[in-house]
């Protein structure tokens, strides 16, 4: 069983389209994650929820949306999409802030 | 403040050699100290962890790392290199406030058959 799922697993798209990537974790984890990863591999964290609300917001354009239905989803919708974000997007969970983090497997975007 | 910072952006060993992969961090707290691994398109996973308990902390697949306060340092380490060991190793700082997660630049290491 898959601790930590993200679909699509590849996403490709124009520039201006609106996209969604779901991530779901089976962990009974109470914290999830969004992280962007570039073409250098450089990982910056997006967002970050615990128990559905939101504790880390870094600075990402508010066309990134995240939306966590439940502890154990948490979506990131994007509006507008634009050629730089192209890139990695990881879904993550743990139990705590400071603890291990499950990491999914990624979602491959490529805005043309 | 924190911050870490990964001194190779790459390191090339031979098979069977020793593996050094160096991270320096700051942090105004006690953190939470981390080594990720990412093989080719993959996610990450967990190699181990320092939470200020023994200071030398043993992981998965023979690698160690050293928690050196006096330092600030926390290398990860491996005596003999494997082919299965190329990857992409990210060092990890986690502080006492939920807003700082912060990612080194990561170190790619190659190993020469």
């Known amino acids: 069983d898959t601790a930590v799922s993200q679909t699509p697993k590849y996403l490709v798209t124009q520039m201006g389209n609106d996209k969604s990537i779901k991530c779901e974790q089976n962990l009974g984890h109470d914290t999830m994650y969004w992280y962007k990863q570039d073409s250098k591999k450089f990982l910056k964290i997006m967002f970050s929820?615990?128990?559905?609300?939101?504790?880390i917001n870094e600075t990402v354009p508010n066309r990134f949306s995240p939306k966590s239905p439940d502890k154990a989803h948490l979506n990131l919708h994007i509006n507008s999409l634009e050629l730089g974000d192209s890139a990695v997007y990881f879904c993550?969970?743990?139990?705590?802030?400071?603890?291990?983090?499950?990491f999914g497997p990624g979602t491959r975007l490529l805005v043309l | 403040a924190q911050s870490v910072t990964q001194l190779d952006s790459h390191v090339s060993v031979s098979e069977g050699t020793p593996v050094l992969l160096r991270c320096n961090y700051s942090s105004s707290y006690s953190p939470s100290l981390f080594w990720y691994v990412q093989h080719p398109n993959k996610g990450l996973q967990l190699l181990l962890k320092?939470?200020?308990?023994?200071?030398l902390v043993k992981g998965i697949n023979g690698f160690e790392a050293e928690f050196k306060k006096s330092e600030t340092s926390f290398h990860l380490t491996k005596p003999s290199a494997h082919m299965s060991d190329a990857a992409e190793y990210f060092c990890?700082?986690?502080?006492?406030?939920?807003?700082?997660?912060?990612f080194g630049s990561g170190t790619r290491l190659s190993i020469r058959p």
């Open positions: 320092y939470t200020s308990a023994a200071t």
């Open positions: 990890v700082v986690s502080g006492v406030s939920a807003s700082k997660i912060i």
């Open positions: 929820y615990n128990n559905k609300e939101l504790i």
């Open positions: 993550a969970s743990s139990q705590g802030r400071q603890e291990t983090q499950y």
